[in-house]
């Protein structure tokens, strides 16, 4: 389908705009936003744009500034599971089949990453945001195989002297045995193998790693270091660094929703109360910091900041983080606070100051990865609309049972 519906594209883009420009209050009640039609919105877009596509090998990235297309990764690439993500979620949501056969193809691509030896953490958000995402929807039963497969494979990263799982194999001459924090979003691929297959040391390896993240990469004040180095012999702590970040004790944007949304996971995985404290702690945190608007500059910390970009993907990822953490929590007031929390993030990612429109092939503008290297510095990028549709096909169902 070539892109050419502007009638409706503009009509619910108007519809976003006006809803979104309201003035935002705490109550449920008075903010009215449709998950759906932004979905429907961001189904049609998918759509158009895998029509664009040439390669199943090519994996969406980012786009360039004041570019249209998307830029293309491989296999091995940290980001390349995101886009089969993307069209998962937009098949979840439409039922359309022709996404389906889409994102089943976009998946296939990411196997060899299952047998192959690890070369970093990340082998969770390859494999978890593809397969698992389609394993998930379709209870297709070769997926699993190889979700078991990665799961092991990413265990050989552990190393049970320091009870966390070496996240860059590459970093070690810098940061010795590091463990990131963006490390805890790979745990999930653990906890699950050891679920659904025979491996049940998955279960201590993730529950140590999040222990371990917990006790050294949490500072006094509730927020993170990007980066934990230790004695790979003893298990140490050596020192927090940053890598994306402002500097060591700054609060990189994208590491806090990490942290609020893995260790949201690693308590419903576990029920272990100290994590769901922990999530807690982390989400105050990065509630009482945040602008106004509710999308964060890319380092709280960066004293350039009003003048310093924001970072749409991490007001993406706090958004699921604050939708598992509503449903987790007992008490009524955060339930809500957090669930409250979540929509005014995806209320403001879906309006025009962020939603991507006709700009770009994009669902989202505006993220930063990689500010002090000058890397992906205010622009799309394919995690950004991962998380915004994974934000939306959650809250869909949730005000499916308002
Ligand atoms: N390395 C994952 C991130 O940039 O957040």
Not at 58 to 65: C, G, Q, T, V, Y
Request: hydrophobic residues 35%; aromatic residues 12%; glycine residues 6%.
């Amino acid at each position: 389908m070539n892109f050419t519906k502007p009638i409706l594209f503009a009509a619910i883009f108007l519809i976003i705009a006006c809803q979104t420009n309201k003035k935002q209050t705490h109550s449920t009640e008075s903010i009215k936003f449709s998950a759906d039609q932004v979905l429907d919105l961001n189904v049609i877009k998918t759509k158009s744009t895998l029509e664009k596509l040439s390669s199943y090998d090519s994996l969406p990235r980012n786009i360039d500034k004041g570019e249209k297309g998307w830029n293309f990764v491989g296999v091995k690439d940290w980001c390349s599971g995101f886009w089969p993500g993307v069209v998962w979620y937009a098949y979840e949501t439409s039922g359309d089949v022709y996404l389906k056969e889409q994102a089943e193809k976009f998946t296939n691509t990411i196997k060899p990453i299952a047998y192959t030896s690890a070369d970093n953490h990340d082998i969770g958000f390859m494999v978890y945001c593809s397969y698992g995402n389609g394993y998930r929807i379709t209870g297709n039963e070769s997926y699993k195989e190889i979700m078991l497969a990665a799961a092991d494979t990413l265990a050989t990263l552990y190393n049970p002297k320091v009870g966390s799982i070496l996240s860059w194999p590459s970093q070690v001459h810098k940061f010795r045995h590091n463990t990131i924090v963006d490390n805890m979003m790979n745990l999930e691929l653990l906890f699950w193998a050891a679920k659904n297959g025979e491996n049940k040391e998955l279960y201590t390896i993730a529950k140590n790693h999040a222990a371990v993240t917990m006790k050294y990469l949490i500072r006094e004040d509730n927020s993170m270091f990007h980066v934990g180095s230790f004695n790979e012999e003893t298990g140490e702590f050596l020192q927090g660094y940053t890598h994306q970040g402002y500097a060591n004790e700054s609060m990189w944007a994208r590491g806090q929703t990490w942290g609020i949304y893995g260790f949201s996971i690693a308590y419903r995985e576990t029920e272990a109360q100290e994590f769901l404290d922990t999530a807690i702690k982390l989400a105050e945190h990065y509630i009482k910091r945040l602008p106004e608007d509710g999308i964060p500059f890319w380092d709280f910390d960066d004293p350039k900041i009003p003048n310093s970009p924001r970072d749409a993907s991490a007001a993406a990822v706090a958004a699921c983080g604050m939708l598992e953490l509503s449903g987790l929590v007992k008490d009524p007031i955060l339930k809500e606070k957090y669930y409250n929390a979540a929509l005014s993030y995806i209320k403001e990612l879906s309006s025009n100051n962020y939603l991507s429109g006709d700009t770009n092939q994009a669902l989202l503008l505006h993220s930063t990865g990689h500010y002090p290297n000058n890397s992906e510095v205010d622009v799309p990028i394919i995690y950004a609309d991962y998380y915004y549709m994974e934000a939306l096909v959650r809250l869909k169902k949730l005000q499916g049972l308002e």
